[in-house]
């Protein structure tokens, strides 16, 4: 059984970076045919994808959120991280980190989410 769990500040300041970490148990990250997502839901709004990170390491972003997104990885730790600079209060949002399957086109496990609020 796949889990994922996110983890970071729950209070970021404007024009600060937002920096979240997803930890993965019960399979690996490097695991073929497999993309490590974020996703964020603002209050109100529906989903929106932020990026991924696939098991090769290369990274796709939203490309509305793309100059100001990035994600890496630790493979020896079985973790990814999601860097969002210059945040508003716009980026206040629960935040999932998701595994999203190449063949399938499915996000088959989550995270349970964490709330996020950019505020001074």
């Known amino acids: 059984q796949v889990q994922l769990q996110e983890s970071g500040p729950g209070l970021v300041k404007p024009s600060q970076t937002l920096s979240l970490t997803c930890t993965v148990s019960g399979g690996s990250i490097t695991t073929n045919l497999y993309y490590w997502s974020w996703i964020c839901q603002p209050p109100g709004k529906g989903l929106e994808w932020i990026g991924y990170?696939?098991?090769?390491?290369?990274?796709y972003y939203s490309p509305s959120l793309k100059s100001r997104t990035s994600i890496s990885r630790d493979t020896s730790k079985n973790q990814f991280t999601l860097q969002l600079s210059s945040v508003t209060p716009e980026d206040t949002a629960v935040y999932y980190c998701?595994?999203?399957?190449?063949?399938?086109?499915?996000?088959?496990?989550w995270g349970q989410g964490t709330q996020v609020t950019v505020s001074s």
């Open positions: 998701a595994r999203l399957g190449v063949v399938t086109v499915e996000y088959d496990y």
């Open positions: 990170i696939a098991y090769s390491g290369s990274t």
